[in-house]
């Protein structure tokens, strides 16, 4: 049977974090959202952090403006991201934790012990017609979770898959991958639509991509990274062919 197609997201926060080391515009995140669709991006990903390290409100106002393809927008369950997602109505709404002294996003939210708060930004959510997803951790109680709430998405967190690659951890990039395909086979029976993210090079991306409920990759540092040796749009195919040969299972 033919793989379902598989989406990519480009998750444009980094251009923004070069931006503001210097302030001023350039680069702009904005353009580089137009060059990943052009390059083939199905989607953007932007963040908007309590504390715009990277992107900023006038970048997502922009995006919502100027892009032709969805926008999925990251953002803390806080009645201030709320409001704007509220205000914007961006294509999904993904919701993330965030520690304000955390490098990047670390584990996926937890939506066991949030379950009150968070029931009822979701529903705010779905009501105004904003596609939600969780990013969370892969765990099959996890992904009941998800849907007790109501979520139609989850996304799932690579991140320690992705360290133990880095790692040369054989044993645990195992482990990892055997807790991903869990959890997305759970989910996808339950009726969840499973996307996939963070810290996914052309390396790593080729076994997340074979799991065949995962349905969108959302990928940003990594694209950032070799875009400024290779320039984004050749950055956007090494990473497309390498999903692709993932999901057709003609890696080496
Ligand atoms: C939620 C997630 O996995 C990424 O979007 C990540 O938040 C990128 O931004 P940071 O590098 O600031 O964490
Ligand atoms: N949600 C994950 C994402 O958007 C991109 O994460 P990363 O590739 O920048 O680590």
Do not use: W
Request: net charge negative; aromatic share 2%; proline share 6%.
């Amino acid at each position: 049977m033919p793989a379902s197609p598989l989406r990519l997201g480009v998750n444009v926060d980094h251009v923004a974090t070069l931006r503001n080391a210097r302030g001023g515009t350039m680069p702009d995140p904005v353009r580089a959202a137009h060059a990943a669709i052009a390059a083939g991006a199905d989607g953007i990903t932007a963040h908007l952090r309590e504390d715009r390290r990277h992107i900023r409100d006038a970048d997502v106002e922009r995006l919502m403006r100027e892009i032709d393809r969805p926008l999925n927008f990251e953002m803390a369950a806080t009645d201030e991201m709320l409001g704007i997602a509220l205000r914007l109505k961006p294509h999904a709404a993904c919701l993330v934790p965030e520690k304000r002294e955390e490098r990047t996003t670390e584990g996926g939210l937890d939506i066991v012990g949030g379950r009150e708060h968070l029931a009822p930004v979701v529903a705010r959510l779905n009501e105004a017609g904003v596609r939600v997803s969780l990013f969370v951790e892969p765990e099959p109680h996890v992904m009941e979770a998800a849907r007790a709430l109501g979520a139609p998405v989850v996304e799932l967190h690579t991140g320690t898959y992705c360290e133990a690659v880095i790692a040369g951890d054989e044993a645990k990039v195992r482990a990892e991958l055997a807790r991903l395909a869990r959890a997305a086979e759970h989910g996808g029976g339950l009726g969840l639509e499973i996307h996939a993210g963070h810290g996914l090079t052309v390396d790593s991306v080729g076994p997340v991509a074979a799991l065949p409920q995962v349905r969108e990759l959302n990928i940003g540092h990594a694209l950032m990274a070799e875009a400024i040796f290779d320039g984004l749009p050749a950055a956007i195919r090494a990473m497309r062919a390498a999903m692709a040969a993932g999901r057709t299972g003609s890696a080496a």
